[in-house]
């Protein structure tokens, strides 16, 4: 029987087991089988053209080749199974991308490249390194949707603190000098996209809250900064002012948002222990694609999908 407190908490789908890993990867033809169930659900689509339509397989396990006339160049086009996706041209089995993906999946708060290092016995952390960043790339989503409903902003800085930098690296400032600014919005009870920015300013933050949410949003949230100001004419917008000790008015509030900055960081601090502002864009895939597919029964397929 459902009650009141678990229609507001839904709970998460629960993650495969290392058992049901095992059983459902044992070889690398079971991994091959499961990345074109995923990748070509209605049969092999040619690579080059898109086109389904006069692809066959040859003899050559997991291969197919194209005779559409754009295909061809005097013979047929001949592509794999991992061509144009992240496995392409790699030397490691599927079943080891299969294993760090799934590491990285059930990690709440991450996992780094040292500990996949030492649990696939890659021998370099520049390989563990290479294969998480790749990971993390094809977890972007290429079918954004504009949030709506109750959508809440907010912003915050992903950085070290001065006085725990080592010397040489020391920036010479307070507060959130030397930090890198990051905006997120998230729906409630729903999906979060966050973003690198280069500054919070009025010109950044409104181009950011203009393509992610929707014009036709019930309400935006977001904490005192001057930089939403304009909102207000575009959307119907409500703030909650932290310096007055207000952080709840009914609706309005940025707490879910900030939940989420809570589980980055702690991942950042206790996981990666630094994140490089070339890098951090990959990183908030990864959390992103975690949290926004909480509830979804296959995440393990819908990533290596997206591969």
Same mark, same amino acid.
């Given at each position: 029987?459902?009650?009141?407190?678990?229609?507001?908490?839904?709970?998460?789908?629960?993650?495969?087991?290392?058992?049901?890993?095992?059983?459902?990867?044992?070889?690398?033809?079971?991994?091959?089988?499961?990345?074109?169930?995923?990748?070509?659900?209605?049969?092999?689509?040619?690579?080059?053209?898109?086109?389904?339509?006069?692809?066959?397989?040859?003899?050559?396990?997991?291969?197919?080749?194209?005779?559409?006339?754009?295909?061809?160049? !005097?013979?047929?086009? =001949?592509?794999?199974?991992? &061509?144009?996706?992240?496995? @392409? *041209? $790699?030397?490691?089995?599927?079943?080891?991308?299969?294993?760090?993906?799934?590491?990285?999946?059930?990690?709440?708060?991450?996992?780094?490249?040292?500990?996949?290092?030492?649990?696939?016995?890659?021998?370099?952390?520049?390989?563990?390194?290479?294969?998480?960043?790749?990971?993390?790339?094809?977890?972007?989503?290429?079918?954004?949707?504009?949030?709506?409903?109750?959508?809440?902003?907010?912003?915050?800085?992903?950085?070290?603190?001065?006085?725990?930098?080592?010397?040489?690296?020391?920036?010479?400032?307070?507060?959130?000098?030397?930090?890198?600014?990051?905006? !997120?919005?998230?729906? =409630?009870?729903?999906?979060? &996209?966050?973003?690198?920015? @280069? *500054? $919070?300013?009025?010109?950044?933050?409104?181009?950011?809250?203009?393509?992610?949410?929707?014009?036709?949003?019930?309400?935006?949230?977001?904490?005192?900064?001057?930089?939403?100001?304009?909102?207000?004419?575009?959307?119907?917008?409500?703030?909650?002012?932290?310096?007055?000790?207000?952080?709840?008015?009914?609706?309005?509030?940025?707490?879910?948002?900030?939940?989420?900055?809570?589980?980055?960081?702690?991942?950042?601090?206790?996981?990666?222990?630094?994140?490089?502002?070339?890098?951090?864009?990959?990183?908030?895939?990864?959390?992103?694609?975690?949290?926004?597919?909480?509830?979804?029964?296959?995440?393990?397929?819908?990533?290596?999908?997206?591969?």
């Amino acid at each position: 029987m459902n009650t009141k407190r678990d229609k507001h908490n839904p709970k998460f789908t629960p993650q495969m087991t290392i058992g049901q890993f095992e059983r459902m990867f044992p070889d690398e033809d079971s991994c091959r089988t499961y990345l074109a169930q995923r990748r070509w659900p209605n049969g092999a689509v040619c690579p080059r053209c898109g086109k389904q339509d006069h692809v066959y397989s040859i003899a050559k396990p997991w291969h197919w080749e194209c005779s559409n006339p754009e295909c061809r160049k !005097g013979n047929a086009y =001949r592509f794999s199974l991992t &061509v144009k996706t992240i496995f @392409e *041209n $790699t030397k490691y089995p599927l079943r080891v991308w299969f294993h760090v993906l799934y590491l990285m999946l059930t990690s709440k708060k991450g996992i780094s490249a040292l500990q996949i290092q030492r649990m696939i016995g890659s021998g370099s952390y520049s390989t563990a390194f290479y294969m998480c960043h790749r990971l993390r790339a094809a977890m972007n989503d290429p079918e954004f949707r504009q949030l709506m409903g109750i959508v809440e902003i907010d912003e915050t800085y992903i950085g070290g603190k001065e006085g725990n930098r080592h010397w040489n690296k020391k920036v010479g400032g307070s507060g959130t000098y030397g930090k890198i600014p990051v905006i !997120g919005a998230i729906s =409630r009870k729903g999906n979060v &996209v966050c973003k690198m920015i @280069e *500054n $919070t300013d009025t010109e950044t933050l409104t181009r950011f809250v203009r393509k992610t949410v929707s014009d036709k949003v019930d309400l935006v949230a977001t904490d005192e900064h001057s930089g939403y100001r304009l909102l207000k004419w575009a959307m119907p917008h409500e703030v909650v002012k932290h310096s007055k000790g207000e952080y709840v008015r009914g609706e309005v509030h940025t707490n879910n948002m900030e939940s989420f900055w809570s589980l980055l960081k702690r991942g950042v601090v206790g996981t990666y222990h630094n994140v490089s502002k070339k890098y951090l864009p990959l990183y908030l895939a990864e959390f992103s694609f975690r949290f926004n597919n909480r509830h979804e029964p296959d995440i393990f397929g819908k990533a290596i999908a997206g591969c």
